[in-house]
């Protein structure tokens, strides 16, 4: 069985600064790695993901986040937030191949300006 | 992309009453959907996987005859909440997936905010 751990339940930042979201996971198989975004009162919308290659992947609005597999990690990055980046991250995980997704318990970013 | 509608987006209703949630892919067939429930400030707990034509398959701790999981067709998932109780207050979030690769990614529906009084 798979799990997800995300270490910082929140993060405040003032604007521009860099940001870093810790993901960890663990898994006896393959797995592929996901990062959603929820803003408040939405639903989930899917930020980036990881299925194989290139183990840096990147999302269109600026955030990057690389697979580890030694340490089994997946942490989201982004060198300078803005105010609209407040909002609830979630890491997931799901079996290669599988098709249920967990969620960890979900990091809330949070902006200062 | 991938659109997943959800209906209503929030719900108030008395102790005792039943609530019916939609779930709609827009432009695709989704065979399997899944429905979520969320607490405030946590993540979300899979409830269920709700397969088209079948039975829904639901998590342990789960009580299928509370929630009713009916996926009609390829595009509509409904989940119904059957005599509400106030701690079934919560809010509740769908998905599916187009396709069966997992390049598609989930998508998500903007949930059903659930408050029973």
């Known amino acids: 069985a798979q799990s997800v751990t995300q270490l910082d339940s929140q993060v405040p930042v003032f604007e521009e600064a860099p940001v870093e979201l810790r993901c960890n996971y663990s898994?006896?198989?393959?797995?592929?790695l996901f990062w959603y975004v929820q803003y408040p009162n939405q639903g989930l919308q899917l930020l980036l993901k990881?299925?194989?290659?290139?183990?840096l992947v990147e999302s269109i609005n600026g955030f990057e986040a690389e697979f580890n597999k030694s340490q089994t990690s997946f942490h989201l990055r982004k060198p300078s937030v803005h105010i609209s980046d407040t909002a609830e991250y979630f890491c997931?995980?799901?079996?290669?191949?599988?098709?249920?997704?967990?969620f960890g318990a979900g990091t809330r970013l949070f902006v200062k300006a | 992309g991938a659109v997943v509608s959800q209906h209503p987006s929030w719900v108030i209703c008395k102790s005792g009453t039943s609530v019916k949630i939609e779930c709609r892919s827009l432009?695709?067939?989704?065979?399997?959907m899944f429905w979520y429930r969320q607490f405030p400030k946590q993540s979300l707990m899979l409830m269920a996987t709700?397969?088209?034509?079948?039975?829904?398959?639901?998590e342990q701790g789960v009580e299928k005859d509370k929630f009713l999981i009916n996926h009609a067709s390829l595009t509509l998932s409904t989940l119904t909440v059957t005599s509400a109780h106030p701690e079934d207050s919560s809010f509740y979030i769908c998905?599916?997936?187009?396709?069966?690769?997992?390049?598609?990614?989930?998508?998500f529906g903007s949930g059903t905010r659930l408050t029973v009084v």
């Open positions: 998905s599916a997936r187009e396709g069966t690769s997992p390049n598609y990614g989930y998508t």
């Open positions: 898994s006896s198989v393959s797995v592929y």
């Open positions: 990881y299925l194989s290659g290139s183990t």
């Open positions: 997931a995980v799901s079996e290669s191949g599988g098709f249920k997704t967990i």
């Open positions: 432009d695709f067939q989704a065979t399997t």
């Open positions: 709700s397969n088209e034509g079948s039975k829904a398959t639901y």
